[in-house]
């Protein structure tokens, strides 16, 4: 188990539909970072939130290849999500990729209706946690962070990381809701949103951030472009668990 986990955000801008522009802008911010255990990237970091127009790629495809030579030649695992075919149906999928190529992924839950999700992708069917370096990491997509049910820590999880597109017009919601997600599930928070103008002439403003659990914010980034490293310590976690022990307390969420 590694004491101290070093997370770095990636918050950028992203070109509409354009995977390999997006893949060579991300190898630039990948080249300036000196040491890091994990860099998380925003949702559907290739294409933007494409949804109506989205290039679908697949687990063999170009990304996911990327993916696995970036994090085997820098030595830290990537995370991001990208539009993912298979068996005919394409998912928003989290992909969380180690240096010695181990994958784990997560299908967004909760797909977003306002924006046409819901009709045009496929949502997810189960709720995994991540394990790395002896940290376990629950993984939510963009409008997943609304529902607190399905993120509940009823398996003693350390981090939340979760990867979006969330317009300005919202980011108050946003920041309100990483906060809560932390301080609920005594557990770090990771927020990695995106800046820019998309072709759908949404603006987004970032806000990515990182909170201890208890809703501190250790991090955060407004509205630029930003990579930053913040480290997070499990000896800490225990300590406020230990002191506040609310989830002993949790509801299970059973339908009486």
């Known amino acids: 188990m590694k004491k101290e986990l070093h997370i770095t955000t990636l918050q950028i801008p992203l070109e509409w539909n354009t995977p390999e522009v997006n893949r060579k802008s991300v190898e630039r911010y990948l080249s300036q970072i000196s040491y890091t255990d994990i860099v998380v990237f925003p949702e559907t970091f290739t294409t933007g939130f494409a949804v109506t127009s989205f290039d679908v790629e697949t687990m063999q495809g170009a990304t996911v290849q990327w993916m696995l030579q970036m994090a085997k030649k820098h030595g830290f695992a990537i995370v991001g999500s990208l539009f993912i075919e298979e068996n005919t149906k394409v998912f928003n999928r989290m992909v969380f990729v180690a240096p010695d190529g181990q994958l784990q992924q997560y299908d967004k839950w909760h797909l977003f ?50 990867i979006a597109n969330w317009p300005k017009a919202r980011v108050e919601a946003w920041d309100a809701l990483l906060k809560a997600r932390a301080i609920e599930n005594l557990c770090y928070v990771v927020g990695v949103n995106r800046i820019g103008n998309d072709a759908n002439n949404l603006e987004y403003s970032g806000h990515s951030c990182v909170y201890n ?20 310590e499990k000896q800490k976690l225990k300590a406020v668990r230990a002191s506040f022990p609310f989830l002993k307390d949790r509801d299970l969420f059973t339908i009486l």
């Not at 980034?221 to 990579?227: F, M, T």
């Open 113 to 162: 209706g306002m924006g046409d999700e819901s009709k045009l992708l496929t949502k997810g069917n189960s709720l995994p946690v991540f394990e790395y370096m002896g940290w376990k990491i629950k993984p939510l997509i963009c409008y997943d962070l609304r529902f607190p049910v399905t993120a509940r820590n009823t398996c003693d999880y350390d981090i939340i990381i979760c």
């Open 213 to 232: 659990p208890l809703g501190k914010a250790l991090m955060e980034v407004l509205e630029i472009a930003d990579i930053q490293t913040t480290v997070i």
